[in-house]
Nanobody, 123 residues
Framework: EVQLVESGGGLVQAGGSLRLSCAAS????????IGWFRQAPGKEREGVSC????????YYADSVKGRFTISRDNAKNRVYLQMNSLKPEDTAVYYC????????????????WGQGTQVTVSS
């Protein structure tokens, strides 16, 4: 059974940091691009960052460049999203997703999803 399980969300003050983790199982992790997406209330799900199998990060949303860092540990089947200098506008449910050959870091392209973890940034 394919599973993606996010953890690490929570409540943090503006300027603070969180590290999200995505644990994958049930598929050959090394064969997949992994992405982090987020969805705020009343908004569409948007791509935050995606990371390829071997070449590293393939995308960061403009709104998170310089503040967020994506990384993966293929030995542990995990992908991480380090989020620094958090802003209230980063508040959303964060999802990790997997796909084998996504041309773009876009939610409608990715086929396998976790259940999400809530990130709330207070001002």
């Amino acid at each position: 059974e394919v599973q993606l399980v996010e953890s690490g969300g929570g409540l943090v003050q503006a300027g603070g940091s969180l590290r999200l983790s995505c644990a994958a199982s049930g598929f050959t992790f090394d064969d997949y691009v992994i992405g982090w997406f987020r969805q705020a209330p009343g908004k569409e799900r948007e791509g935050v960052s995606c990371i390829t199998i071997m070449d590293g990060p393939m995308y960061y949303a403009d709104s998170v460049k310089g503040r967020f860092t994506i990384s993966r540990d293929n030995a542990k089947n995990r992908v991480y999203l380090q989020m620094n200098s958090l802003k209230p506008e980063d508040t959303a449910v964060y999802y990790c997703a997997a796909d084998r050959y996504p041309a773009l870091c876009r939610a409608d392209i990715f086929g396998r999803w976790g259940q999400g973890t809530q990130v709330t940034v207070s001002s």
